[in-house]
């Protein structure tokens, strides 16, 4: 059997070392030229009790000779280091799935801590799979045992026996993961060569031991990639990127003020160590000091940007209302998770919509947009200053906890074709002039103040949060002038729409029976559920990156569309902004398990969709003159 | 620098709102003069303030200035310490500001050292909101959210800053010409975090608060105005403070009869300064001036550009520094190598 993809999970204790094997199973995917997207599922606690559900950790990765773009849907492959891991991915994998099982651990104590009341090799529950029983422990600690290490410290090689011994089911050699393990662990001779030893033995055991039958033949070919150079990226790291990107083509420094908080920590690890790259970052006391800080920056001629989830964005509110009001260039990332409170803090989730849009005291709009995959953070991250600068206003980048972890192959972009970011400079005056004139002389298209920072000589002005003359800048509680300047704060972000790029769809045409509408990290799986249709004549994919303003041409589009499918990973927020900027009515998919979306799940959405003759012709409301 | 500013140089054009007889107007008076007297450049001097009465401060000076959020300005000063180093930056708060909301950023601004100046306006009263107690308010304030008097324990900003780290504690009357101005030009010369404050009068919600040691008839009893390396002696060289070892605090003594027993004022003794700050009337006299003063500690943003191979210089590209991981390339065929 030739399959043109492959899902595999790895699933362990936190302390297994999952997360690792799995990386060094996509690098190795990587160099075999599959295509590839992956999943780190993980639990909140660091290290939960070993051998309990909750503690399980998994690393999944789907790879293939065809485009991947999601994690995939039921896995084929699962390891299983422990019975807990079996018993909270059994729910997920495919029947018929190879299923490698640590027996070692499959003792009584072992059992009774996953909640297990029979072993369940004896109940008929695994009759569907093909289970393979390995003693992977036993096999780990006699391949190491001539190094001379603890029980516990050769124990902790097995994640590289079992990464052996999947390489040589997936017929490959293990020479580039044992460099990397030579680099990794060059400091540490012997837990070098135990792992390197570990890991050969994995690798030769598929090779000696009656394995064979029991394995299904993966032969997953090679993916068909536009031409060019390629690295594997995580999503925080192309977000770090980016945002260096953005301080090069703006020629200013990056200034990154975060307080730690999963899934939005990453990217501050990764900028920590950009400092060659212009970008200084900052770890604040808390999440308030951390945006003020980043404001502060701004003002000083730094671009100031601050990283959060849900909780932390919702601490910030305050004083990005203080950005808006002195009209300064902030950019404000949000890894969204699950909530509400701390709700799920390493599980993926898009309900942060509301919060970015709507939720701040006051007509307080700013932009939002967002990032689709972990390659598109970087070009997310660029945009998002560009329209900071510009504008002279915060911008909110909606990531989420997927797409922080989640890894994907990147055709390297060519920066030098990226246009430079140009700032705001002050317009000609001379002295005598009122300074305020000056410094609110914004311009006429994007409503965007000149950026004049302190220590420039002869334009000393004050700032604030109080409300401003619209033309002096100097303190005004005058009531047209509240109006006009409320009017101009919507204007300005509504003036974002005038420079961004029309909405083109993904897949499909630009009219048909159903547009499948989404945004944020579901894209892979909604664009491989409408690929998965017969012919794309009917069902279109139209995925949305500028969330606030909608481009211009979204409401038009969106008429040409019998009917309108829009899956989130909440309880249906583009749903209720399209209604309300556009008029438009959607049929809400909704899903807030943690878990991403399946590609199977939305194709049956879809199916059942266009099977259904709507008993009203619901096709989407012409827009009022002013709802934009 | 062709000719010295002046003071006058200093003032805003902006209409100040002040209530008539507020103590904020003789500290403006002093930081415009102590501006012009430490030849502050104005393009290169920010203002940066929070919420409450003082916090309007940053309108009426003819330098930048950053009128912020509730106790915030620590928090976003520090930022644009970060953005540009050589700004000379003054942070304006207030005991409600600094002290209650915006603890924790006060807190962390002086355990960093970050290189500006914080003026702390202690009036022990919301003045903005009209006239509830605050943080510094003594117990059995009386004020429309505690009609049967305050019961909190207040706290002293002194032993605030101490706690914190703080390296440059300073105390003032704002009325004070002469102990506000020579503080103030103090903690300019200082590198990192210097902490001032300035005991300030409203006239309106806590009127006379500090006449216990402010009234013109209590100025030499109770008041000590503390210099560096000279004896701690006050009520016109009388009386002098000394160390009472047994209980490990401070008495006072005749300073003619017991010379040698009265202390000298050491800036780098911390535990002198948390026996100064602590003193209060009428027991003991007010201490003022320059309570601590220990230099030679880097600055915040000194040591965060320092700490930096590179200074934060870009000294690479994204395009190269993206590369620097495992590349595949495809070539036009699309077959992978």
Sequence with gaps: ?628 | MSTQLQAKDFASSQEVRWCPGCGDYAVLKSVTRALADVGAVPEKTVFVSGIGCAARFPYYVETYGFHTIHGRAPAIATGLKLANPELDVWVVTGDGDGLSIGGNHLMHALRRNVGFKILLFNNEVYGLTKGQYSPTSRVGTRSPSSPNGSFDTPILPGTFALGAGAKFIARAIDVDKDGLGKVLAAAHGFEGASFVEIMQNCIVYNDGVYNSFTDRDKEASAQIHVVHEEPLVFDNGTKGLAFDAPTMSLKIVDAHANPNEVLRHDENNRILAQLLVTMAPPEFPMALGVILRQPGSPSFEHAYYAHQPTKLERTARVADVLRQTSLWRVPPDGAPK
């Design chain 1, 1 to 628: 059997m030739e399959a043109q993809s492959v899902v595999v999970r790895f699933a362990g204790d936190s302390g297994d070392g999952v997360q690792l094997m799995g990386t060094q199973f996509v690098a190795a995917t990587a160099l075999a030229g599959n295509d590839f997207a992956t999943f780190p599922d993980y639990p909140a606690e660091i290290r939960a009790p070993a051998g309990t559900t909750f503690g399980v950790s998994a690393y999944q990765i789907h790879l293939g000779a065809r485009p991947i773009t999601t994690a995939g849907d039921a896995p084929q492959v699962l390891v299983a280091f422990n019975p807990a891991a079996l018993k909270v991915n059994l729910s997920l994998i495919a029947p018929g799935a190879l299923i490698i099982l640590n027996i070692d651990t499959f003792t009584s104590r072992g059992l009774a801590k996953a909640g297990y009341k029979e072993d369940p090799r004896t109940t008929g529950v695994l009759d569907p799979y093909q289970v393979v029983e390995v003693d992977l422990t036993k096999h780990t600690l006699e391949a190491v045992a001539s190094f001379g290490l603890s029980k516990s410290d050769a124990g902790r090689c097995k994640n590289f026996w079992a990464l052996g011994l999947v390489q040589w089911m997936f017929n490959r050699e293990v020479a580039s993961i044992a460099d990397w393990i030579g680099k990794k662990f060059a400091k540490e001779p012997t837990t070098r060569d135990a792992n390197l030893a570990a890991l050969r033995a994995g690798h030769a055991y598929g090779e000696t031991a009656e394995l064979t039958a029991a394995v299904p033949h993966v032969g997953t070919g090679t993916a068909k990639f536009p031409p060019g150079e390629y690295r594997g990226i995580r999503g925080s790291e192309a977000l770090a990127l980016g945002l260096a990107a953005a301080g090069e083509l703006a020629d200013r420094k990056i200034i990154f003020c975060s307080y730690p908080i999963t899934p939005a920590s990453p990217v501050l690890h990764q900028l920590a160590r950009y400092g060659h790259l212009g970008v200084g970052v900052f770890q604040a006391e808390d999440e308030i000091a951390a945006v003020c800080a980043a404001i502060g920056a701004s003002y000083g001629g730094a671009i100031g940007v601050t990283s959060s989830s849900g909780p932390g964005i919702a601490l910030k509110t305050e004083a990005i209302g203080l950005a808006i009001n002195a009209e300064l260039p902030l950019v404000v990332v949000d890894s969204q998770r699950g909530g509400p409170s701390t709700g799920l803090p390493t599980k993926t989730e898009q309900s942060d919509l509301y919060q970015a849009v709507y939720g701040r005291n006051a007509d307080a709009p700013i932009p939002v947009i967002a990032a689709r995959s972990p390659s598109d953070c970087f070009e997310v991250a660029i945009e998002a200053v560009r329209i900071a600068l510009r504008h002279m206003t915060p911008v909110m980048l909606l990531s989420d906890g997927y797409l922080a972890n989640a890894a994907e192959p990147w055709l390297l972009p060519n920066l030098d074709e990226f246009p430079r970011i140009t700032t705001n400079a002050p317009g000609p005056h001379t002295v005598g002039d009122e300074i305020g004139t000056v410094i609110f002389n914004r311009d006429p298209q994007s409503l965007g103040r000149p950026w004049v920072t302190p220590g420039t000589p002869g334009l000393m002005h004050r700032i604030g949060g109080l409300e401003k003359d619209i033309r002096t800048g100097n303190i005004s509680y005058d009531a047209q002038n509240h109006q006009a300047m409320t009017q101009l704060r919507a204007d300005k972000v509504a003036a974002v729409a005038k420079f961004i790029p029309p909405q083109q769809v993904e897949l499909g045409l630009e009219e048909g029976a159903l547009a499948v509408v989404g945004w944020g990290s579901t894209y892979g799986a909604i664009y491989q559920a409408v690929r998965a249709m017969p012919a794309h004549e009917r069902e279109s994919h139209i995925h949305i990156r500028y969330l606030s303003p909608f481009p211009e041409n979204l409401g038009e589009l969106l008429r040409g569309f019998d009917r309108i499918l829009v899956p989130e990973m909440n309880m249906g927020q583009l749903a209720s902004l399209l209604r309300d900027k556009l008029g438009v009515e959607t049929v809400q998919l909704n899903k807030v398990t943690g878990q991403p979306f399946l590609i199977a799940e939305l194709v049956q959405k879809i199916r059942s969709l266009l099977a259904a003759k709507p008993a009203v012709h619901s096709a989407p409301k012409a827009v009022s003159g002013d709802r934009k």
